[in-house]
């Protein structure tokens, strides 16, 4: 039996920097976000000791469940999914979305000076099958000043973002190296995305 192609997939993401890193591969993509009725940050909560590989893991194949209940209620047409997390880890520390400009001002102060992981685990999935892969990639800061975290903690630009950074702003003049997925540490590791989805039939 022939593979069945596809020429787009729905992506179960609010995030701006995924639909930019799939446009860059030019991958066809709609959304599918929740909807009011459900809660998409409780998805997101650590489960007592857990590690960070395996909760960026399970965080992932929990929003592929929820993405696969949403599809199949709307009555939209098939087509593979793609969902991802990433989360910042300090050792076996998770550091997630900082839940207050305090919260944030600490994570930028504990990874000052210091090497972190960033980890992203990429699912895509049809109401059948999935698979999933994680990306694990190495960023080091430089020192950090007070004034400097307390500036880009007013910007905002920390709010919403794992481990209280973006790559793509102005956090960069502060990473002194990286080792591992640039477009990973995003949010969406595009080499390992690519191979999902070729094993998925999408074309593009």
């Not at 199949?72 to 087509?79: N, T």
Request: net charge positive; with cysteine.
């Amino acid at each position: 039996m022939a593979r069945a192609s596809h020429d787009f997939v729905y992506l179960a993401s609010q995030s701006p920097r995924r639909r930019q890193l799939l446009d860059q591969l030019g991958v066809r993509h709609q959304l599918l976000l929740p909807g009011v009725d459900e809660d998409a940050e409780a998805l997101e909560a650590v489960l007592p000791r857990e590690a960070p590989l395996a909760y960026v893991e399970r965080v992932t194949l929990a929003k592929l469940g929820a993405a696969r209940r949403r599809l199949k209620q709307r009555g939209l047409p098939a087509a593979p999914l793609l969902c991802s997390d990433t989360t910042v880890a300090l050792g076996n520390r998770i550091f997630g979305k900082p839940a207050s400009a305090d919260e944030a001002a600490a994570m930028l102060a504990s990874l000052s000076g210091r090497e972190h992981r960033v980890i992203t685990a990429v699912a895509v999935g049809t109401m059948r099958r999935f698979d999933c892969t994680v990306n694990i990639s190495k960023v080091r800061f430089a020192a950090l000043t007070r004034t400097q975290i307390d500036a880009y903690v007013a910007s905002g630009e920390p709010m919403g973002k794992a481990g209280a950074y973006a790559i793509q702003s102005q956090a960069a003049a502060w990473i002194t190296h990286i080792a591992g997925s640039y477009s990973g540490i995003m949010g969406l590791p595009l080499y390992e995305t690519a191979q999902l989805l070729q094993r998925f039939g999408v074309t593009y």
